[in-house]
Nanobody
Framework: VQLQASGGGLVQPGGSLRLSCAAS????????IGWFRQAPGKEREGISC????????YSARSVEGRFTTSVDNAKNTMYLQMNSLKPEDTAVYYC??????????????????WGQGTLVTVSS
């Protein structure tokens, strides 16, 4: 059971990135897939979540309207499309899975499988 996150990098303010999270050893059907980020010196923050059973999505206010999460069940892969990036979006981004449905607010507690994290740096 493994999640592999990828797609991070350096981007200028206002730019875009798409993160991927590939699952192996299990299928993401009927799981909630969450995206979290952790900036230096700060706690891990839940920013987006999708229920793979019905594709309902939830976003934190800090990213609402800029970030979109999706899941490709056939590829067993989840995505986080990040647009209009800001310097304050700089962080290590993690994907995780939780049983059944997204917790609201999006918090780490029910997530029991995590990817390794991918660094996103927004800077000119």
């Amino acid at each position: 059971v493994q999640l592999q996150a990828s797609g991070g990098g350096l981007v200028q303010p206002g730019g875009s990135l798409r993160l991927s999270c590939a699952a192996s050893g299990f299928t993401v059907d009927y799981y909630a897939i969450g995206w979290f980020r952790q900036a230096p010196g700060k706690e891990r923050e839940g920013i987006s979540c999708i229920n793979s059973s019905d594709n309902s999505t939830y976003s934190a206010r800090s990213v609402e309207g800029r970030f979109t999460t999706s899941v490709d069940n056939a590829k067993n892969t989840m995505y986080l499309q990040m647009n209009s990036l800001k310097p304050e979006d700089t962080a290590v981004y993690y994907c995780g899975t939780a049983p059944f449905i997204c917790p609201l607010p999006i918090e780490t507690t029910p997530f029991n499988t995590w990817g390794q994290g991918t660094l996103v740096t927004v800077s000119s």
